[in-house]
């Protein structure tokens, strides 16, 4: 549980880091390699990692110190949080507000971090005279934005509503879709900006489809 609140937390913020590595990008170019040295780099992760395992620690903490009377069978894919407060059998109004409140820091602060990144990107692409250098600036950012959407949609669905007012079979859909589905995305949803990737990729399906073709001949 503790490795799994500590994966996921460094997701979150990982994702505001790579917000500002295409912010100094396409805002800053002729300083990227400058700003984005290797030591600001190993910084930036160190503080990822390091407030993330501090988030695991306590959330976990709290909710697995909470009594539960008896009730050891949890009603889901794997120990979510949400789910193992709901079935302990005192008030757990402070857990929640706790969970709501480092929610908040782990969650909405990085993502409105994005925002904050991607309003600046929007202005310096839209001040691009060239075509050629809007569509690849839109290119850098493609993927990006899409894990954004899919994982940071389920996450704050998951954290950041009140206690009771999702179904069990909501939570147990969200949390298989941003702790399997989403991760099992993002290799190909990154690789297709390669243009090598796009290539392979055309090529295979050719390959399959003519094979398919000979087939039924």
Known sequence: LYVYMWLGSIECLLLAVMSYDRF?????????LV????HLCLKMIIMVWGISLANSVTLCTLTLNLPRCGKNI????LCEL???????????????MSVFALGIVIVLSPLLFILISYGYIAQAVLRMKSK?????AIN??????TVVSIFYGTIIYMYLQPGNSAS??????LTLFYTIITPSLNPLIYTLRNKDMKDALKKLMRVEYESTEMKRN
């Open 82 to 96: 949400p789910a193992m407060v709901k079935i302990a059998c005192v008030d757990t109004t402070a857990v929640e």
């Open 168 to 173: 069990k079979d909501q939570g147990k859909f």
């Open 24 to 32: 100094t990008a396409i805002c800053k170019p002729l300083h990227y």
């Open 35 to 38: 700003i984005m040295n290797p």
């Open 74 to 77: 949890l009603d889901h894919f």
């Open 140 to 145: 850098t950012c493609g993927s990006h934005l």
């Open 132 to 136: 050629a250098g809007q569509r690849k």
